[in-house]
Structure formats: structure tokens, C-alpha cells
């Protein structure tokens, strides 16, 4: 329950089974512990209810079959004091109640606050656990799902619910193997910051369904995750034999493997990912407030030459926060951002701004209140990597062309996050995640997420309307409308400039087989992968 | 002596815990970094399938708080927040600081913010790893400098060419050597004698012990020799330099005229006044050898305390960051104190000036 990273994401998903889970292919949400998406039922204008059920075949290891209560009771734990699960908390809070019926122990419905399209996935994505293994005498059966939300953190401590963190604490703390799953795979090495190893399990649920679903598929008898941070290395261990897949490869160590003889034994793969290398601006900060110069700072960067600079070629340049590849929800009516000096002194000169009569006195203009308002920029990147630099140092460049005075300030990971929360940066650049699933913009572009996930700070009545409509969408075309509707007025108020959505680069030996390789993370499925058969030999 | 060894070991405990405290007190003002960590971070947020009011990303950062314990103040004092006129309030026992100092002193450093973790097992562990890389490649670094300035002050031919070496092997940074290292000898294209990476592989749990102890040396031959070569030429450029000098002071000529050779001259006459500033570059090596290689474990991917320390500060783990510096402090006082201990040993003059 603790913050995940993609590696722990990608760990579980071999331990455990969720009621939904994405297929890399198609890009769509499937069922997995589910036998189907669930039916859902609007109730009212404020309620929603989605009717799962679980697949009968699905079993712990021990035979017991997977039912309702064991969702009820992960829901209820992710609520339970003592843990760390603040991240869940937030997550799925709008599910208030799992109403499940005696009769037909793997049918149960999901009460949910609100209507939104994104709740069919959003309701099915969580790890299910067994009730049995974590509370064998039913304790937190007595408290509701909604007892659990609003119980105050001054609460007097409850012993049943202290023992059942201590429990599950205990079983996480010791060996994450030990929490028990119904998925594929059990954890049986782990060595810290050195590697994993699972093996199948000789029976599983799954085996039993004709066909198999791609989401349940477990073919590697045995599965060994590698850590190695550098790059370097393990480009050397792939090239000797010791890993077949390199996912998330360096765009560098991608071209030079594709140009060595040792391309011959290995696949490349380069799908677009969901995440968005992109610019912001401060909003807040009085020569940052109008879109017209927002747009002219936009035309310094060169998008394009930037992702051959930094990618090679790879991913994709974009209009907006939707992803091209999208193509039902991506605005392609509308013009990529052009690098073009020349039009964004217009703009500036449309905005209000002078030019000074000699170099080096930069650009001015007069408020409302008649301050005088100079042109500089203070720029925030991540220190880490090449990435935001180069695009910082594009940007310093264009912009020194027409006089404007770029102070470049790379920052530690940890404070970068905390400069962009308290507002102390005029331009930053930096990477937002995204996937094809979730289209609520309200932490990230409404002016309720300011002073948290709005980190530009923009808002305005039309895009706040806007960005509730989305999230309130009835049908996926309607949503699909709104969305480029909002695209449009993104780019035309410019607190952000997407520059370019980064490609996900994958390498495999070409004795593996059966590699789905997509773009969503981690870019392909280890689940479904087979070794070629050695040709036997001639008689 | 014992008196005097005592008192050093007395100064150096106060220094270390006065260290500790400064650096738990200066991390732990930077709590709402760590709760953010706890948290989605803000630049990476992704679209989400709710909105979450302020009230709520309130209560969920008052609930990071309370389980890192971050909820209580963080010394016994603190500033008021009457802007006007700064007030100084009293907290009593009940602070971050006090719990904390009340855990070291039984023995508890607390646990990972990242995973709740014990830090001392964190520790102990990353420990394990550390001690033998950078242990062996200590002590093959001192004895290789021992026979390599003894020889080089000898005055052979081939002093000039090997001096120039060690100097620019010197001016290499550690990285440099690392990955020369192993793109010379795991390499398929040059040679792969050795693993590239880790200390064993999945597959090899299970074979028997000799093939285990084979193949963990196998693994730590690249890494170990990147380590001593890189502190190789420090050395034996400082004793080299130390021992030119010594052999041309008076005592060292009436050896000679008692007719003895130019090697005995150096191992019996000038070797011991001339271990002198090697004796503290060794004992600088002590927390070194705690505090880990973050560059050779980082390129061979091997655990340790150098990739816990860097990863546990990106991350805003205090817990583990402080008990880490806690410890290569302890380090480097304590080999501070035995570079004294041992200038003791091999200089009476200091013996009897104090």
C-alpha cells in the first residue's frame, strides 16, 4: 500500500489479480478476476452502482474461491488506521459501500459516489486480498466501508483494527511474498536493490479457462527481475546473454545496440508512451498572467528539434495533454506549436511588451498600475539526466536571441517537487504522466488543485466548466468533444506547452517469442513470453 | 595512555552525537518534503479518476505525519507563531528530537520512511555488502602500495615510467576506471571474464558452496580491482615521496656506510619514519569503508551503503540518511582517533612530548 513505483506495480501484478486489468495491445481495460466489465447503473444524479462478479474459478492457493467479502475487506483495508495507505485512501474513496449478496457469494455491487465514465476502470484496478489470511475471525466486518472513511484520526485506538495493521504490517514487513495472492506467480527470492525471482505456480485458477484471457496468461515457468542502474551494464548484460529484455532502454544505447553487430540477436521495439515532456508557466507572476505572452514564449521552443536531439527521432510531438496515438480524443485539428522567434516578438509586441533601443536591456512593459514589468525568466528542471537540460538550454538559447534573460535552475529531484508546490519558478520543465483511462483534469488544471497538483496555477471559469463537464461526461463521445474542446483551450491560454510525448524503447534477445510490447507501462508483458524451441537435432 | 585514550574516545562520542543531532534537526525541518514523497509527487500527477478536495489532501497529509511521526514538534523548544513579537514555547519530552535520541541511546534508529523497515537492519545489511568490497580492496590496496614504494624509492629504472602511471591513474575518476574495467574484461567484443554485474546471478541459487564462493569472487574481482586501483596511486605516491625523503637524511647514509644494502636500508631504517602521513591516509580510508563506493556499486550493480545513502536522500528517508551519517561519522572519528593511537605506536618523540 505504500506509494508504488512501476517496479513494485509490475512486481504485484504477478502475485495478485485485480477485478479489471489493462490490456497492452488494445489499450482497454479487461476483465481479469471479473468475468466481465461491470454493469453499471446511474442512481439519481449524485450515485453510481457497478455490478461485478468474480470469476467462479477464481481461488487462493489454499482452494478457497475468491468472493465478495474478500473485495469488501481489501476496500475496508485500504481505510484501516495504522497503515500506509494514504495514496489509496484518496484513490478510492468514492466507492462508499460493497453491497454482496449471501446467496451469491462472487456477486457483489460497488456503491459510488458521483458519475464519471473513468469509474468502470477506476473501480477494478486494486490487488484483491483474502479476508481469510489477514482477518481469519471477520473483525473489520463490523465497521462499514463508510465507518472506515470518516473515522477521525482522533478516534480512540480500536484493538481489533490495531492487530489486523500489525498483521498485515508484519506479512508486508517480513517478505511481500508472504502477503498471499491469488495471481500467477509467488515471490520466492528477493534480494534488496539486487533482484526478484517468481515461479509459477504449478496449479493456478486460471489454467482452468478456455481460452485464457491475455491479462491471465502465465507462461514463463519462472521470471527473474534484474536491477541494474546503469545503463552501460546492462546494455553489456543483454548483449552477453545474462537478461532478454532491457525495457525503458536510453534513447543513446538504443541507437548504438541497433547500429552494432549485436543487432542481429536482439528485437527493438519504440511505442509512444502516456507521458508528456512539457513546459509550464507560473501564472501567478504578474509578466506571466496573459496568454498572449505565454503564447510567445511557447515559440521559443523547438519541439522538433528537440526530440531528435534528445530521443533520436523516437516518440512523438503533440498539441496537447492527450496523447496522439489517442486518435478519438486527440485534437488533430489543431496546429503544433511552431518554433519561430520571429512570431513570438509579435506576440510580445501584441502583449504590450518594448524591446529596449540597445542589447542587453531587454524587454518592458507598463501594468495597470503603472509598475514597470521587465522581461526575465528563472527556469526549474530536474537535475537528473540530459532531458530537461537540453530542453532548458534550447529555450535559454531562442530566448537570448530576442534579448530575453533565461536564468536556468536545475534542482535536486525532491526540492523541484517542493519549488513547483510553493510557486518559485517562472518556467519549469518537466514530465507528466498520463494513460488513456483517466481524463480527469481537476488536481492538475482546475482552480481547486492551485496550491497543489495545479502547479501553473492557471484557472479560469470557461476551464474549470469545461474540466467538470469532462469529468461528468455521459458517453465517450461527448467526452471525446470536450476533450478537444479543451485542448484547444489549452493551447490557447498556454499555462503549459506539451512539447513531446516520450517514446518507450524496449530490446529483447530474438530467442524470446510472444512479446507484447505497447504503450502503456511497462511497455510490454512478461507474462505471455515463450523461448523459442531449440531446433532439435538431425537424426 | 588508557586515560588519554579515554578522554579522545569521550570527545569523539560528543562530537558524533553532535553531529547526528544537527543533522536529524536540520532534515527533519524539511518534513514536508517527505510527506509529499509519502504522496503523489506534484510535477508528476497524473489525470485522476477523482478530485480530491483540499480537506482531503489535508487529511491525508495530517496522516503521513502522525504515522512518520512527523505530527509532534520537533524540539524541546520552538519559536511561537506570533509574528509580531517571536516567542519561544516550551514542548517538553514529547518532540521528534527526544523520541529519536531516546531510541538511539537503547539502540533503535528508527524505521524507513520508504518501507517501514527497521534502519539498523537496513543498515546491517547494506553492511554486509559494503564491508567486503571495500574491505578487500583496502587492504589490497595497502599492501600493493607497501611493495610498490619500497621498490619505486629503490631507485629502479623503470621508477620514472611507473610514477607517470600512478599519476595519471591518479587523475582518473573512479567511474572512468569502473567502466574501463568492465568493458574491457565483460565484454563479449573484448573479453568476458567476468560477470558484468551484481554478485550472483538467480540461476546460481542452489549450486554448491565452493561453485558459490567461485562465483561471488568472480563477481568481485571487477569492482574490488576498481577500487584499488584507484587508491593505489595515492599511496604509493605519498610513501614513495616520504621514503625519497628519509633516505636522504643523515641516519639513513651512516646505515649505508655500515655496509648495508639499499633494500634493508629502506624496510629496517626509513620505512617506519616514513609511514608517518600514510598512516592517516589509511586510517582515512575507515569511513570510506563504511560509507561505501556509490559510483562501483552503482556500475555493477551491487547493494551497499553508498546506493542506500544516495537513494535514501533522493527519497527524503531521514530516518536511514541520518542513522547512515550517524555511522560514517561514528567512522571517521574513530579513525581519527586511531591515526593518533597509531602515530603513538611509530613515534616515541610524540610519546614523550605528551
Known amino acids: ?539 | 595512555m588508557s586515560r588519554l585514550v579515554f578522554w579522545r574516545l569521550a570527545r569523539a562520542g560528543l562530537a558524533i552525537w553532535t553531529l547526528a543531532s544537527v543533522v536529524f534537526l536540520l532534515s527533519h525541518r524539511d518534513a514536508g518534503a517527505a510527506v509529499q514523497e509519502a504522496l503523489a509527487e506534484v510535477s508528476d500527477v497524473q489525470t485522476d479518476r477523482t478530485a480530491t478536495t483540499s480537506a482531503e489532501r489535508l487529511a491525508a497529509q495530517a496522516a503521513v505525519r502522525e504515522r512518520l511521526g512527523l505530527n509532534m514538534p520537533l524540539f524541546y523548544i520552538s519559536q511561537g507563531s506570533n509574528q509580531q513579537e517571536p516567542t519561544w514555547q516550551w514542548n517538553g519530552l514529547h518532540n521528534q528530537y527526544h523520541q529519536w535520541a531516546t531510541g538511539l541511546l537503547h539502540g533503535d534508529l528508527g524505521t524507513s520512511y520508504r518501507n517501514g523497515q527497521p534502519v539498523a537492519s537496513r543498515l546491517g545489511a547494506a553492511l554486509s555488502f559494503t564491508l567486503p568490497l571495500t574491505g578487500t580492496a583496502a587492504v589490497l590496496a595497502i599492501l600493493a602500495a607497501l611493495a610498490l614504494a619500497q621498490r619505486l624509492a629503490a631507485s629502479p629504472w623503470w621508477q620514472r615510467p611507473v610514477r607517470t602511471l600512478l599519476v595519471t591513474v591518479h587523475a582518473l575518476p573512479l567511474f572512468v576506471v569502473a567502466l574501463v574495467l568492465l568493458l574491457a574484461f565483460a565484454n563479449p567484443d573484448a573479453f568476458a571474464w567476468f560477470p558484468a554485474y551484481g554478485l550472483d546471478q538467480p540461476a546460481d541459487v542452489g549450486s554448491g558452496t565452493w561453485s558459490q564462493i567461485a562465483t561471488y569472487l568472480m563477481h568481485m574481482a571487477l569492482p574490488v580491482s576498481a577500487l584499488t586501483i584507484t587508491a593505489i596511486p595515492e599511496l604509493t605516491l605519498q610513501l614513495d615521496a616520504a621514503l625519497t625523503q628519509e633516505l636522504h637524511a643523515d641516519y639513513a647514509t651512516t646505515a649505508r656506510a655500515k655496509g648495508l644494502d639499499e633494500g634493508a636500508v629502506i624496510r629496517h631504517h626509513a620505512l617506519r619514519n616514513a609511514l608517518l602521513p600514510t598512516l592517516t591516509q589509511i586510517a582515512e580510508l575507515l569511513p570510506a569503508l563504511v560509507a561505501g563506493a556509490v559510483v562501483v556499486e552503482v556500475v555493477f550493480a551491487l547493494p551497499g551503503m553508498g546506493r542506500l545513502l544516495a537513494e535514501a536522500a533522493a527519497a527524503r528517508d531521514y530516518p536511514v540518511l541520518v542513522g547512515g551519517i550517524l555511522l560514517t561519522g561514528a567512522a571517521r572519528l574513530l579513525a581519527l582517533l586511531l591515526a593518533d593511537l597509531f602515530y603513538f605506536w611509530a613515534d616515541p618523540r610524540i610519546r614523550w612530548q605528551s
Request: one cysteine or more; charged letters at 20%; proline letters at 8%.
Open chain 1, 1 to 539: 500500500m505504500l506509494q508504488p513505483n512501476q517496479a513494485a506495480i509490475d512486481a504485484n501484478n504477478l502475485l495478485h489479480v485485480c477485478l479489471l486489468q489493462p490490456d497492452i495491445a488494445n489499450r482497454k481495460y479487461g476483465p481479469a478476476l471479473a468475468t466481465s466489465l461491470p454493469a453499471v447503473e446511474l442512481v439519481g444524479d449524485s450515485l453510481s452502482k457497478l455490478a461485478y462478479d468474480i470469476r467462479p474459478t477464481a481461488a487462493w492457493d489454499n482452494g478457497r474461491p475468491v468472493t465478495a467479502r474478500d473485495v469488501e475487506f481489501t476496500l475496508k483495508l485500504m481505510f484501516c488506521p495504522g497503515l500506509p495507505n494514504e495514496v489509496a485512501r484518496n484513490r478510492y474513496r468514492f466507492i462508499r459501500a460493497v453491497l454482496t449478496d449471501l446467496k451469491a457469494p462472487q456477486h457483489f455491487t460497488l456503491v459510488c459516489r458521483g458519475q464519471a465514465l473513468e469509474y468502470v476502470e477506476a473501480s477494478g484496478d486494486f490487488f484483491i486480498l483474502p479476508e481469510a489470511a489477514f482477518d481469519p475471525r471477520g473483525q473489520l466486518r463490523r465497521f462499514s466501508l463508510v465507518d472506515l472513511q470518516k473515522r477521525a484520526t482522533t478516534a480512540p485506538p480500536d484493538s481489533a483494527l490495531q492487530s489486523l495493521a500489525q498483521r498485515y504490517q508484519a506479512a508486508e514487513a517480513g517478505h511481500p511474498g508472504q502477503v498471499p495472492g491469488c495471481g500467477p506467480y509467488q515471490l520466492v527470492k528477493w534480494e534488496k536493490d539486487r533482484y526478484l525471482t517468481f515461479r509459477r505456480k504449478p496449479q493456478w485458477w486460471a489454467d482452468r479457462l478456455q481460452p485464457v484471457p491475455i491479462a491471465l496468461q502465465a507462461r514463463p515457468k519462472q521470471l527473474d527481475y534484474v536491477i541494474i542502474p546503469d545503463a552501460a551494464t546492462a546494455t553489456l548484460a543483454l548483449r552477453r546473454g545474462d537478461i532478454d529484455v532491457y525495457p525503458q532502454i536510453p534513447a543513446r544505447e538504443f541507437a548504438r545496440l541497433r547500429a552494432s553487430p549485436a543487432a542481429a540477436a536482439l528485437n527493438f521495439y519504440s511505442t509512444t508512451s502516456y507521458d508528456v515532456v512539457m513546459a509550464g508557466f507560473n501564472t501567478r507572476r504578474a509578466h506571466l498572467n496573459d496568454a498572449l505572452t505565454r503564447q510567445a514564449l511557447s515559440r521559443f521552443f523547438d519541439a522538433a528539434g528537440l526530440l531528435k536531439a534528445t530521443q533520436l527521432g523516437d516518440g512523438q510531438r503533440t498539441v496537447g495533454v492527450i496523447s496522439p496515438i489517442e486518435k478519438e480524443n486527440y485534437n488533430d485539428s489543431l496546429a503544433l506549436i511552431p518554433f519561430d522567434p520571429a512570431g513570438a516578438t509579435a506576440l510580445l509586441r501584441q502583449a504590450g511588451w518594448q524591446r529596449g533601443p540597445a542589447p542587453g536591456t531587454g524587454w518592458t512593459r507598463k501594468s495597470a498600475n503603472g509598475d514597470l514589468q521587465q522581461l526575465r525568466l528563472a527556469m526549474r528542471y530536474r537535475a537528473e539526466g540530459s532531458l530537461f537540460s537540453t530542453v532548458a538550454l534550447q529555450f535559454q538559447a531562442a530566448a537570448a536571441g530576442l534579448d530575453i534573460p533565461v536564468t536556468l535552475q536545475p534542482t535536486e529531484s525532491g526540492a523541484f517537487s517542493s519549488s513547483l508546490k510553493a510557486g518559485d519558478f517562472d518556467v519549469y520543465v518537466g514530465v507528466r504522466k498520463g494513460n488513456p483511462f483517466m481524463f480527469n483534469f481537476t488536481p492538475v488544471f482546475h482552480s481547486l488543485g492551485i496550491d497543489a497538483g495545479n502547479t501553473t496555477g492557471f484557472s479560469s471559469p470557461a476551464s474549470d466548466q469545461l474540466i467538470e463537464a469532462i469529468a461528468a461526461a455521459d458517453s465517450k463521445t461527448h467526452r471525446s468533444q470536450l476533450l478537444r474542446r479543451f485542448q484547444a483551450l489549452l493551447q490557447q491560454e498556454a499555462p503549459i506547452v506539451p512539447l513531446f510525448f516520450l517514446p518507450n524503447r524496449i530490446v529483447a534477445s530474438r530467442q524470446l517469442t510472444n512479446l507484447h510490447v505497447g504503450s502503456l507501462k511497462p511497455g510490454f508483458m512478461a507474462t505471455t513470453i515463450e523461448r523459442v524451441p531449440k531446433p532439435s537435432a538431425a537424426p
